[in-house]
């Protein structure tokens, strides 16, 4: 079991059961009929339906929560920076695509390892098995008693990015460690 910040991370061999808090990563949402279209001309890959997710080749993630709303993730590899910049560089045009700042209204932690679908079944009803879960799959729900954002990241080793309410960050954690316990 590990708790790091995501500038600790970078370069580390991520273990068995990982927790990894990107509270300081940037992340931002985008919500309105305009809003595919100005993600894409701004040279982002959108996911093709509501619930999945994308991610992007210098590793920042576009997750599609409806029809018309998109939550992008930082990447640890910039430390967020292009993301940051998608946020700053934003101005209302009168057109329908609206700023969503997501960095002081949601936590965001990262979830990985081989028994990640067991570990979540502690927290979650829902199931996250990889047959039922596939890499790129979205899941708004609740673990742990509060609402949460799950992506399913896929690779080599089963990662999650769970976003949830920034006020719940220590009750949170302090569930997902005491989880882990059984599974470190």
């Avoid at 990894?20 to 959108?46: E, H, I, K, N, W």
């Avoid at 993630?61 to 640890?76: D, F, I, K, M, P």
């Avoid at 057109?95 to 570990?119: E, T, V």
């Amino acid at each position: 079991m590990s708790s790091l910040k995501a500038e600790d991370y970078i370069g580390q061999a991520v273990q068995p059961c990982a927790l990894l808090d990107l509270l300081d990563l940037p992340r931002v949402g985008f919500r309105g009929a305009d809003s595919a279209a100005y993600l894409q001309q701004r040279g982002f890959t959108l996911p093709d339906a509501p619930n999945r997710a994308v991610v992007q080749a210098d590793g920042s993630g576009v997750a599609r929560l409806s029809q018309t709303e998109y939550l992008l993730l930082g990447s640890q590899g910039d430390l967020g920076q292009r993301i940051a910049d998608e946020e700053a560089r934003w101005e209302l045009d009168h057109s329908a695509n609206y700023l969503l700042p997501r960095q002081d209204s949601h936590a965001w932690i990262r979830l990985s390892g081989s028994l990640l679908p067991a570990l979540m079944a502690k927290l979650c009803g829902v199931d996250l098995r990889p047959e039922a879960f596939a890499a790129g799959a979205v899941a708004q729900t609740s673990a742990a008693r509060i609402n949460v954002i799950v992506i399913n990241v896929g690779g080599e080793v089963p990662t999650f990015e769970v976003l949830f309410d920034r006020s719940s960050h220590e009750y949170f954690i302090a569930a997902v460690q005491d989880a882990l316990i059984e599974f470190a």
